[in-house]
């Protein structure tokens, strides 16, 4: 089994700064990217940052300059540094991580239960 757990979201004013963590775990030969999505009510879950197992990152333009994404390799970790926040950042924010259960087997897709931020105008 694999578990994606994330944790940090909250209520921020406008123009504030709020970091997010994600932890997998479980059965995890390697993962490959982990990123973050945010959701609202009634629209499509959306890419907000990513970064693959080589380091590369890959930012939403709505958040590039003030979202960094970092990942900790060893501890199968990756944090969203979010700053300068607005309330149309407000949303349910998802950890994804695209992994291995064994290398022998196609990667797999998993996905946190998701945390709360609102920004507040």
């Known amino acids: 089994q694999v578990e994606l757990v994330e944790s940090g979201g909250g209520l921020v004013q406008a123009g504030g700064s709020l970091r997010l963590s994600c932890t997998a775990s479980?059965?995890?030969?390697?993962?490959?990217?982990m990123g973050w999505y945010r959701q609202v009510p009634g629209k499509q879950r959306e890419l907000v940052a990513s970064?693959?197992?080589?380091?590369?990152?890959h930012y939403a333009e709505s958040v590039k300059g003030r979202f960094t994404i970092s990942r900790d390799y060893v501890k199968n970790m990756v944090d969203l540094q979010m700053a300068s926040l607005k309330p149309e950042d407000t949303a349910i924010y998802y950890c994804?991580?695209?992994?291995?259960?064994?290398?022998?087997?196609?990667?797999?897709?998993?996905w946190g239960q998701g945390t709360q931020v609102t920004v507040s105008s």
């Open positions: 970064v693959t197992s080589v380091g590369i990152t």
């Open positions: 994804n991580a695209d992994l291995w259960v064994r290398f022998s087997a196609p990667r797999e897709l998993h």
């Open positions: 479980g059965s995890i030969a390697g993962i490959n990217a």
